[in-house]
């Protein structure tokens, strides 16, 4: 069984984030979808014994969903802990902020900037002054918890064009908000208009500020996970060489040791666009689902040459490229 959990249950946001998949959905219809509580009440009684970690969407904004609360609770009853991914611009309630530190472990945030001008060209919708300010307010209730329980912040980072050169300011910024670690993606083009922003067209400008990024973190006593820089591992058309295919993988975070579970009851063997599903757990109980022939294949093809396409174009276990990064 997995040791973490991804639990997509609810797809309603309050933005409009430039490089979300949203964006290509008509306005409103993500939002209207909806999903049978029962289904995590089922997941929960099955598999959440066997977890360390439960994290509550990344199809959406948490704190927007209407069992919130109750999701809470049954994360408590568990003795789990709680990974919430979330742009904390609702995060602004003391007593929210009190009952979400009971069950917290991480509390990651989406922040993809280090400006006012470029974070709001980013996350449509959100006030990066009030994003900060509840961030300091979330802090204040966290410092109140001994060190030693006391859970961790980390800010995420979407790369991109209009935001790479932010980043040695964005370690200042992370330093200043108290926060243990920064998360690094590039961002995914799901949209034509989007693909000025890919730094697959920018390598080398890329690379130094990346570098200048894992310095100044190292300098802070920041951890940062930051993808691979863009290097020598491809051909002069930019491909993958299949002969460094198997040397340069990184380990699989997923197939192992987390599942996803979207909103409609698929599960999902990673986030990585172009997955297959592996079953639903309205139709058969996860553990038949995790330990069916089509994981195993995927386990299996993994460190080979002949992996599932969405491993083959990972970009997380490999540097990235077109191929990886794209997805219109």
């Given at each position: 069984m997995p040791t973490s959990m991804v639990m997509n249950m609810d797809t309603q946001c309050n933005l409009r984030?430039?490089?979300c998949i949203r964006?290509?959905?008509p306005e409103g219809t993500l939002n209207s979808l909806s999903y049978d509580f029962e289904i995590f009440r089922r997941v929960a009684e099955e598999v959440f014994p066997y977890l360390r970690r439960v994290q509550l969407t990344t199809a959406g904004e948490p704190l927007m969903a209407k069992n919130f609360r109750k999701q809470l609770r049954i994360i408590k009853k568990y003795s789990m802990k709680l990974d919430l991914v979330t742009n904390v611009t609702l995060l602004d309630n003391d007593k929210l902020i009190e009952e979400i530190l009971r069950v917290l472990g991480y509390l990651h945030v989406s922040i993809d900037a280090a400006t006012k001008e470029t974070y709001e060209?980013?996350?449509?919708?959100?006030?990066?002054?009030q994003v900060i300010e509840n961030i300091k307010k979330f802090n204040s209730f966290r410092r109140k918890i001994p060190q030693d329980k006391r859970p961790r912040l980390a800010l995420l980072y979407v790369l991109?064009?209009?935001n790479i050169e932010e980043l040695p300011q964005f370690m200042k910024l992370a330093k200043e908000l108290e926060a243990e670690s920064v998360t690094m993606t590039h961002v995914i083009i799901l949209q034509k208009k989007m693909k000025k922003e890919s730094l697959v067209y920018h390598k080398e400008l890329a690379n130094y500020y990346m570098m200048v990024a894992q310095k100044k973190a190292n300098e802070l006593n920041l951890h940062l996970n930051i993808p691979p820089l863009f290097n020598t591992v491809y051909d002069v058309q930019g491909r993958r060489s299949k002969n460094n295919l198997k040397s340069e993988f990184k380990i699989?975070?997923?197939l192992w040791k987390q599942a996803i579970i979207e909103w409609n009851g698929n599960v999902s063997p990673c986030c990585i666009p172009s997955q297959p599903v592996m079953g639903n757990v309205k139709?058969?109980?996860f553990r038949e689902i995790w330990n069916n022939?089509?994981?195993q294949e995927m386990r299996r093809r993994l460190y080979t040459d002949n992996p599932f396409d969405c491993c083959k174009h990972c970009f997380i276990t490999h540097p990235p490229d077109e191929q990886s990064l794209y997805h219109i």
């Amino acid at each position: 069984m997995p040791t973490s959990m991804v639990m997509n249950m609810d797809t309603q946001c309050n933005l409009r984030c430039i490089m979300c998949i949203r964006q290509r959905a008509p306005e409103g219809t993500l939002n209207s979808l909806s999903y049978d509580f029962e289904i995590f009440r089922r997941v929960a009684e099955e598999v959440f014994p066997y977890l360390r970690r439960v994290q509550l969407t990344t199809a959406g904004e948490p704190l927007m969903a209407k069992n919130f609360r109750k999701q809470l609770r049954i994360i408590k009853k568990y003795s789990m802990k709680l990974d919430l991914v979330t742009n904390v611009t609702l995060l602004d309630n003391d007593k929210l902020i009190e009952e979400i530190l009971r069950v917290l472990g991480y509390l990651h945030v989406s922040i993809d900037a280090a400006t006012k001008e470029t974070y709001e060209s980013i996350r449509i919708g959100a006030k990066f002054e009030q994003v900060i300010e509840n961030i300091k307010k979330f802090n204040s209730f966290r410092r109140k918890i001994p060190q030693d329980k006391r859970p961790r912040l980390a800010l995420l980072y979407v790369l991109m064009r209009r935001n790479i050169e932010e980043l040695p300011q964005f370690m200042k910024l992370a330093k200043e908000l108290e926060a243990e670690s920064v998360t690094m993606t590039h961002v995914i083009i799901l949209q034509k208009k989007m693909k000025k922003e890919s730094l697959v067209y920018h390598k080398e400008l890329a690379n130094y500020y990346m570098m200048v990024a894992q310095k100044k973190a190292n300098e802070l006593n920041l951890h940062l996970n930051i993808p691979p820089l863009f290097n020598t591992v491809y051909d002069v058309q930019g491909r993958r060489s299949k002969n460094n295919l198997k040397s340069e993988f990184k380990i699989c975070p997923f197939l192992w040791k987390q599942a996803i579970i979207e909103w409609n009851g698929n599960v999902s063997p990673c986030c990585i666009p172009s997955q297959p599903v592996m079953g639903n757990v309205k139709e058969k109980p996860f553990r038949e689902i995790w330990n069916n022939e089509l994981y195993q294949e995927m386990r299996r093809r993994l460190y080979t040459d002949n992996p599932f396409d969405c491993c083959k174009h990972c970009f997380i276990t490999h540097p990235p490229d077109e191929q990886s990064l794209y997805h219109i």
